[in-house]
């Protein structure tokens, strides 16, 4: 399921998930959880996706948010249980970014939000996530073929010594004094 976290105006991002075919239920940041008084992360509750989960997990999306709000957003989905991904490019989407399961950082993005994500989009658009994923499965699968040849390989070797150890016994070779 994708939603759309924006700074923008509800009305702006309503007309974005349209132009998407994206779902246009986007709603403003009023009745999101709050950020501890603290500031500190820790002090978030183990509750938030108890409390907020299933009314977050119900929209498509939150519009005029600030970056505390990205952060709980996708601090209750991971309470929740979900696997979260989340692309930004500013200074205000790294603390989201470094929550999430995998940050992406955009073309273009900031230095902050490049050293806070997971993968860094060298060209504009999507599609080069698809890429990348396309690419990591063929080394995965190169990796994985060279494995299984070097443990095959180790093991006629093992195999072989062991064979020539008991039809070939040392001790016929070995000179015997006297």
């Known amino acids: 399921d994708v939603k759309m ?7 702006i991002a309503k007309e974005m998930a ?8 986007i709603l403003t940041a ?3 959880p709050q950020f501890p008084a603290s500031g500190d992360p820790k002090d ?42 989340m692309t ?13 399961d995998v940050g992406i950082a955009v073309e273009g993005s900031t230095d902050a939000a490049r050293a806070a994500s997971d993968m860094v989009l060298t060209e504009p658009g999507l599609s080069v996530i698809v890429d990348a994923m396309l690419i990591a499965r063929g080394v995965f699968q190169r990796m994985l073929s060279f494995l299984i040849y070097r443990v095959s390989a180790t093991l ?13 016994p040392p001790s016929d070779y070995i000179e015997k004094p006297g």
């Open 44 to 85: 978030i509750p183990e509750t938030l996706g108890a409390q907020y989960g299933d009314s977050i997990a119900a929209q498509d999306g939150y519009a005029q948010v600030h970056p505390e709000h990205k952060y709980l957003i996708v601090e209750t989905l991971r309470q929740r249980g979900y696997t979260c991904a």
């Open 18 to 25: 349209r132009m998407l075919d994206m779902g246009t239920d």
């Open 88 to 100: 930004g490019d500013g200074v205000n989407d790294a603390p989201a970014l470094k929550r999430a």
């Open 30 to 32: 009023e009745g999101l």
């Open 5 to 11: 976290v924006t700074g923008d105006h509800q009305l």
């Open 156 to 168: 006629q070797l093992v195999f072989f010594f062991f064979i020539a150890l008991f039809i070939l």
